[in-house]
T-cell receptor, first 112, second 114 residues
Framework: GNSVTQMEGPVTLSEEAFLTINCTYT??????LFWYVQYPGEGLQLLLK?????DKGSNKGFEATYRKETTSFHLEKGSVQVSDSAVYFC???????????FGTGTSLTVIP | KAGVTQTPRYLIKTRGQQVTLSCSPI?????VSWYQQTPGQGLQFLFE???????NKGNFPGRFSGRQFSNSRSEMNVSTLELGDSALYLC?????????????FGNGTRLTVT
């Protein structure tokens, strides 16, 4: 079946620390990959995306590279800020099934 | 451009009642999908509508239903509420199901069943 697995949270980092949130997927097809972010009391917002192997999505200092050989799409940021505190969701979309599949989310708290 | 609007923001119902949630997508978006978000399960796909037709459905019981109107606005209905239906219900709209067409989410409706 199709699924997304994210690293367990919560994650707590000090400001300016390096962030990695692991995401791996299983897909019966050729998915597009996304990272969404959810701030407290809000819905999810698209953070970045990649639609084919070796593509790198980037936005607001966050990056993720579509690795087909390892079926991974790990999220990274070189220097986190307090304002990055949120829940991060990895997701895949399969055109053949017309459906998004989301991971369970990873909560990030950045302390000053 | 207005975002996805969900109403109401909060609902409190008792077991056995039914509830209707509303979603207005971004103007021009014809696809609307619904998700249930709970702390333990993350986001679970409920269903997706495109041009008033349900195109895809998740693994939820028949108590969960939805519809889409000609103006792309959508409603979902939950009948015979159970305690386990307490969750944040998110609506998302999209231009289409293209490979790089992301979902745009509303802020959700928080349903509490007592």
């Amino acid at each position: 079946g199709n699924s997304v697995t994210q690293m367990e949270g919560p994650v707590t980092l000090s400001e300016e620390a390096f962030l990695t949130i692991n995401c791996t997927y299983t897909a019966t097809g050729y998915p597009s990959l996304f990272w969404y972010v959810q701030y407290p009391g809000e819905g999810l917002q698209l953070l970045l995306k990649a639609t084919k192997a070796d593509d790198k999505g980037s936005n607001k200092g966050f990056e993720a590279t579509y690795r087909k050989e390892t079926t991974s799409f790990h999220l990274e940021k070189g220097s986190v800020q307090v304002s990055d505190s949120a829940v991060y969701f990895c997701a895949l979309f399969l055109y053949t099934g017309n459906q998004f599949y989301f991971g369970t989310g990873t909560s990030l708290t950045v302390i000053p | 451009k207005a975002g996805v609007t969900q109403t109401p923001r909060y609902l409190i119902k008792t077991r056995g009642q039914q509830v209707t949630l509303s979603c207005s997508p971004i103007s021009g978006h014809r696809s609307v999908s619904w998700y249930q978000q709970t702390p333990g399960q993350g986001l679970q796909f409920l269903f997706e509508y495109f041009s008033e037709t349900q195109r895809n459905k998740g693994n939820f019981p028949g108590r969960f239903s939805g519809r889409q109107f000609s103006n792309s606005r959508s409603e979902m209905n939950v009948s015979t509420l159970e305690l386990g239906d307490s969750a944040l219900y998110l609506c998302a709209s999209s231009i289409s199901w293209a490979r790089d067409s992301p979902l745009h989410f509303g802020n959700g409706t928080r349903l509490t069943v007592t």
